[in-house]
């Protein structure tokens, strides 16, 4: 007889009791979750994690006494446990939710803002699936962890136009904080990044900014058009693909919103695919954490075009699977620790020439 498998344990933190019943009733419906409490604030939240050990939780972002970020700066070294936050669209919202991410959580709720009961419904759906994701996350590395607050101001020098390089980087669940470990080894006068990670419409920018506070390049959220010149970073739009293009001596990208691909708008995969034929050899693609397989064939396209491939290892990775399904399938060509992944990148580039 087939064991039965075990549901889902989830703790829903919030300070509106009409959210948490909202949530707490909508999260009960599947099967596969069962929620095992409620709290109204952090201080709450810590006892009944001790008391239940939760395997996820959801968190409101902004709530009084205590607010999610310093809560999760508290919680995560002392008992790890893979957190979706639940989010407003404000600015405020916005800013507190890349803090939290940076200080743990793994996901992204939107709160709805337009015609509530739809957005509700949407809510709930997509809270279920990212729980479940959630669920499966490696955040046993913040165990005993001092989250950094160290800041580097951006370097204003001026920039060269060449497009001799580009650097095509690939992430998806945990790939905030990934991402910022890796750019922030870039000294200002590396070529030029395109990044797509996958994060709901409207976070984006906020992400390219706070990347831009800690980065010695410019960072910015991609617009139609923009050149890829080195000293620059352009993250993917929310909701938009983002392709790179030749024109002439230099590089552009290029934002679509068509379909989905891979599940994703944006898609590494888009973006890989055309940084394989219009970049060729003088690509580095680098896949980092992620659930799922987007990017595993743009990648493979870009090896065969003749660049440089680099994937994040099981180890460090929140959740090995875009950097194990590109490996699998054999578009990477080196594999390393995340620590390791922007100094090899660098030394690669200096032994090769910019």
Known sequence: MKPTRKPIRVLVVDDSALVRNILSKGLSMDKEIEVVGTAKDPYIARDMIIKHRPDVLTLDVEMPRMDGVEFLRKLMPQYPIPVVMVSSLTQKGKRITLEALEAGAVEIVPKPTTNLARGLNEMMNDLIHKVKVASKANV?????KRPSKTRIRCDTKALSESTDKVVAIGASTGGTEAIKQVVSTFPAAFPGVVIVQH??????????????????MEVKEASNGDKVIPGRILVAAGDY???????GGYYYV??????????????????MHSVAKFVGPNAIGIMLTGMGSDGAEGMLAMREAGAKTVAQDEETSVFYGMPKVAYEIGAVEKVLPLDEIGPYIIQTLSRNGK
Do not use: I, Q
């Open 140 to 144: 046993s590395h913040w165990k005993n």
């Open 241 to 247: 693909h983002m392709k790179v293009r030749r024109s």
């Open 254 to 271: 290029d934002l679509v919103n068509g379909e989905k691909v891979s599940g994703h708008r944006p898609s590494v995969n888009v973006l």
């Open 199 to 216: 994060m709901p419409a409207g976070f984006t920018r906020m992400f390219a900014e706070r990347l831009n506070s800690l980065c010695a």
